[in-house]
């Protein structure tokens, strides 16, 4: 086995260790934290025919106007788009988008396929989404999050290519449970293990890393069950398994592939995943048929006004270029404030404060439709995501459709914040897509021969929505912003410390209209 240092092994040591230090440092930032939602919502009183006024008809808009019609309320909505769902929005073919600047992308996916810009998956641990797909009768399926014969790749690692993640995983594991297996024979932690669990630990690391009776991870029968075999078992004559080889254990350290590994580890990825059959815009249709009628679409809102007898909402009608007004004694809004920043309002203190200042994450995401789907054909890849650390960051196979015959869509990359998105909101869609071919193809290869049509969304050049998910720099202003502010309550994703996540939209819109509630009720 490769000599290590001690800070190499404590590099390997850290990077187990990593998965909980990072859900913990996510849960304080508000990325990983499970909902807390414990079941539908009872409004119990007469409203007595108030009215209010819903603003935006994404998740949070679509959960209030649901639950407060129920309650017995009068409720108008206003919608900026010509559909519901915000961000919950899923692109098919005969789609057509137009981001600011103009660039204008028309789908032409094949009859089925398609992509979802915004989010894509389902956690098991956010129960209020999951409750509404009941209840809405969305149905669901799973969104396979780990793969382990998909790839992580490192453009300096492993001379570029790429290699699978059960490989890294199982070749990691192994040579790191050697290492503390050794250590733990010579003495070198008893401080930290007594005598009573050293012989427990020792056999729990040889179950772990598949280590033989010496403690050590070789090539063998034993390691190539987990990191796949050289030559697979079969029937018949010459049907006996050979080992695979094993990685290289210092290239694994070198190559930091393994920072990867704790991707799917977070609570909000763990398996089972879901998603809806035929498109993530499953969700927010379910609630259009409940409120559908409730919901003026093409609907810009460029004036909120309050005081102490209603709210005074004007808004243009963006198909014929009418100004109209609407009226209610109570406003529930959840105008991304991104956009809610650029409207004329008479909101106070720390929720002013807040809409002014809170900036949006920027995201990319690339549908790319190829002829066959050869990640399964030729490489064996059913769901699941590839890594990279290019720019596009990640290739995620589709969780439907298997072993068909004809265009498959792949989510060609999904960059998150940081200096990729802002570039790729520079660049015209041509631009984009040429970058997603140009990365993947470092990847499989087959990506250019292969590739039919695509399209991509850059969420900072969205127009109602402009960028992906508000950014918390920090919380101070946060009791502020969630106050109903005399007759107006905002509520969304960015108001949650469930940020990005439906769940996070959804929990918030619960919040605000049961507090709400309870002032049109109690005064």
């Known amino acids: 086995m490769t000599e290590f240092t001690r800070r190499n092994l404590l590099t390997m040591i850290g990077a187990t260790a990593g998965s909980t230090a990072m859900y913990h440092a996510?849960?304080?930032?508000?990325?990983?934290?499970?909902?807390?939602?414990?079941?539908?919502?009872?409004?119990?009183?007469?409203?007595?025919?108030?009215?209010?006024?819903?603003?935006?008809?994404?998740?949070?808009?679509?959960?209030?106007?649901?639950?407060?019609?129920?309650?017995?309320?009068?409720?108008?909505?206003?919608?900026?788009?010509?559909?519901?769902?915000?961000?919950c929005w899923t692109l098919r073919s005969g789609d057509s988008f137009t981001e600011l600047g103009g660039a204008t992308q028309n789908v032409d996916f094949a009859e089925g396929n398609y992509i979802n810009p915004g989010p894509w998956r389902l956690p098991h641990d956010h129960?209020?989404?999951?409750?509404?797909?009941?209840?809405?009768?969305?149905?669901?399926?799973?969104?396979?999050?780990?793969?382990?014969?998909?790839?992580?790749?490192?453009?300096?690692?492993?001379?570029g290519k790429p290699q699978r993640l059960?490989?890294?995983?199982?070749?990691?594991?192994?040579?790191?449970?050697?290492?503390?297996?050794?250590?733990i024979n010579q003495g070198d932690l008893d401080k930290l293990v007594s005598s009573d669990d050293r012989e427990v630990l020792i056999e729990s690391l040889r179950s772990f890393g598949a280590l033989n009776e010496q403690n050590e991870y070789v090539k063998s029968l034993e390691t190539s069950v987990y990191r796949g075999y050289?030559?697979?078992?079969?029937?018949?004559?010459?049907?006996?398994?050979?080992?695979?080889?094993?990685?290289?254990?210092?290239?694994?350290?070198?190559?930091r592939l393994w920072e990867y590994l704790a991707t799917h580890e977070t609570v909000d990825h763990q398996a089972p995943m879901f998603q809806p059959v035929g498109g993530m815009d499953g969700i927010a249709r379910g609630f259009e048929r409940e409120v559908g009628d409730l919901i003026t679409y093409n609907a810009k809102v460029v004036s909120l006004q309050q005081d102490e007898n209603g709210v005074t909402v004007t808004w243009e009608n963006t198909s014929?270029?009418?100004?109209?007004?609407?009226?209610?004694?109570?406003?529930?809004?959840?105008?991304?404030?991104?956009?809610?920043?650029?409207?004329?309002?008479?909101?106070?203190?720390?929720?002013?404060?807040?809409?002014?200042?809170?900036?949006?994450?920027?995201?990319?995401?690339?549908?790319?439709?190829?002829?066959?789907?050869?990640?399964?054909?030729?490489?064996?890849?059913?769901?699941?995501i590839s890594y990279t650390d290019q720019a596009i960051s990640q290739i995620s196979y589709p969780s439907t459709g298997y072993l068909s015959d004809g265009p498959g869509v792949l989510l060609g990359g999904y960059t998150w914040r940081g200096e990729n998105s802002y570039k790729f909101n520079a660049m015209q869609p041509d631009e984009r897509l040429?970058?997603?071919?140009?990365?993947?193809?470092?990847?499989?290869?087959?990506?250019?021969?292969?590739?039919?049509?695509?399209?991509?969304?850059?969420?900072?050049?969205?127009?109602?929505?402009?960028?992906?998910?508000?950014?918390?720099?920090?919380?101070?202003?946060y009791d502020e912003a969630v106050k109903i502010d005399n007759r107006v309550v905002c509520a969304?994703?960015?108001?949650?410390?469930?940020?990005?996540?439906?769940?996070?939209?959804?929990?918030?819109?619960?919040?605000?209209?049961?507090?709400?509630?309870?002032?049109?009720?109690?005064?």
């Not at 508000?30 to 603003?55: E, M, R």
């Not at 030559?231 to 254990?249: F, I």
């Not at 996070?504 to 507090?515: C, E, F, K, P």
Request: with cysteine; glycine share 12%.
């Open 26 to 87: 996510m849960t304080s930032m508000g990325y990983a934290a499970p909902s807390d939602y414990s079941g539908p919502i009872k409004l119990d009183g007469d409203p007595q025919g108030a009215k209010v006024l819903v603003l935006g008809a994404g998740l949070a808009g679509l959960t209030a106007a649901y639950e407060m019609r129920a309650a017995g309320y009068e409720v108008e909505v206003l919608e900026f788009r010509e559909k519901v769902g915000g961000r």
């Open 127 to 159: 129960h209020a989404v999951l409750d509404y797909c009941k209840r809405l009768k969305v149905p669901l399926e799973p969104f396979i999050q780990l793969n382990y014969n998909s790839y992580l790749h490192k453009s300096d690692a492993f001379d």
């Open 166 to 183: 059960r490989h890294i995983k199982s070749d990691y594991r192994g040579h790191v449970s050697e290492l503390l297996a050794k250590g």
């Open 230 to 255: 050289g030559k697979q078992p079969g029937g018949g004559v010459g049907a006996e398994p050979e080992a695979s080889d094993l990685l290289d254990p210092q290239q694994i350290v070198q190559s």
């Open 320 to 384: 014929d270029g009418g100004t109209q007004t609407s009226t209610a004694d109570y406003c529930v809004c959840t105008i991304p404030f991104s956009v809610l920043g650029q409207i004329d309002h008479n909101l106070s203190g720390g929720l002013a404060d807040t809409i002014s200042t809170m900036y949006y994450n920027g995201s990319t995401k690339w549908g790319l439709e190829f002829k066959r789907r050869f990640w399964e054909e030729d490489e064996n890849i059913y769901g699941g």
């Open 434 to 477: 040429e970058w997603a071919l140009r990365q993947g193809e470092k990847i499989h290869p087959q990506y250019r021969e292969e590739f039919k049509t695509g399209v991509s969304v850059a969420w900072h050049k969205v127009p109602w929505v402009l960028g992906c998910s508000g950014v918390w720099e920090n919380r101070e202003n």
């Open 492 to 523: 969304g994703e960015h108001l949650s410390y469930l940020p990005a996540w439906q769940e996070g939209a959804i929990l918030s819109s619960l919040d605000a209209i049961s507090r709400l509630h309870d002032k049109v009720i109690n005064g």
